[in-house]
């Protein structure tokens, strides 16, 4: 069955980076986008960015450009998203999610989440 | 940019229906598809209504979706207690190459 298995928790001080990963299972890697979307506590989802594990292009929401890296590796099926300078404010859970390139709006397989704890 | 605007909260009675709405901004919302997402807290979201209308499998047809315009509008009918949960709205900015959400709405089962 389609799986997507996030890296675990994670602390870091303010101006640290954290790079999470996304492996993949149950269904070919390079034919499905991957999605990462934050939440922070009591808040709802809020959209990152995108990764195109076949060809590695990637898009980013605006306000994550300066700060927000997203890469794959085939060999392992995994995506990998980094995200650099932390503030306080960036502790969430960070979900990844992969979606159709016919449909890029249709998120039908979600990993388990990833909480990144930001405190000095 | 495009905006998604759902009210924060809904409530109803067992077996009743509750209408959630989805109210789009920008230009080109209307052209694009809307996909509907429940979340149980603790959990991750999963996947209830994409392109407008359509369940996936295994998705009961109790929960529908309609989308006119700028508008869309999920619909949970014979509303159970497991319902209790946040949902959102979501689409695929094409011409921008972003991801958008809703807000997300809080359903009660009173």
């Known amino acids: 069955q389609v799986q997507l298995e996030q890296s675990g928790a994670e602390v870091r001080k303010p101006g640290a980076s954290v790079k999470l990963s996304c492996t993949a299972s149950?269904?070919?890697?390079?034919?499905?986008?991957i999605h990462w979307v934050r939440q922070a506590p009591g808040h709802g989802l809020e959209w990152m960015g995108i990764?195109?594990?076949?060809?590695?292009?990637?898009y980013y929401t605006q306000k994550f450009q300066d700060r927000l890296t997203m890469t794959r590796d085939t060999s392992t099926s995994t995506v990998y998203m980094e995200l650099s300078n932390l503030r306080s404010d960036d502790t969430a859970i960070f979900f990844c999610?992969?979606?159709?390139?016919?449909?890029?709006?249709?998120?039908?397989?979600w990993g388990q989440g990833t909480l990144v704890t930001v405190s000095s | 940019q495009s905006v998604l605007t759902q009210p924060p909260s809904v409530s109803a009675a067992p077996l009743q229906t509750v209408t959630i709405s989805c109210s789009g901004s920008?230009?080109?919302?209307?052209?694009?598809?809307i996909s509907w997402y429940q979340q149980i807290p603790g959990t991750a979201p999963k996947l209830l209504i994409y392109?407008?209308?359509k369940r996936p499998s295994g998705i009961p047809d109790r929960f529908s979706a309609s989308k006119s315009g700028t508008s869309a509008t999920l619909a949970i009918t014979g509303l159970q207690t497991g319902d209790e949960a946040d949902y959102y709205c979501?689409?695929?900015?094409?011409?921008?190459?972003?991801?958008?959400f809703g807000g997300g709405t809080k359903v009660t089962v009173l």
């Open positions: 999610a992969r979606a159709t390139p016919v449909d890029a709006a249709r998120l039908d397989s």
């Open positions: 149950g269904y070919t890697f390079s034919a499905y986008y």
């Open positions: 990764i195109n594990p076949s060809r590695g292009d990637t």
């Open positions: 920008g230009p080109k919302i209307a052209d694009y598809s």
């Open positions: 392109d407008n209308n």
């Open positions: 979501g689409t695929w900015d094409i011409s921008l190459r972003v991801g958008l």
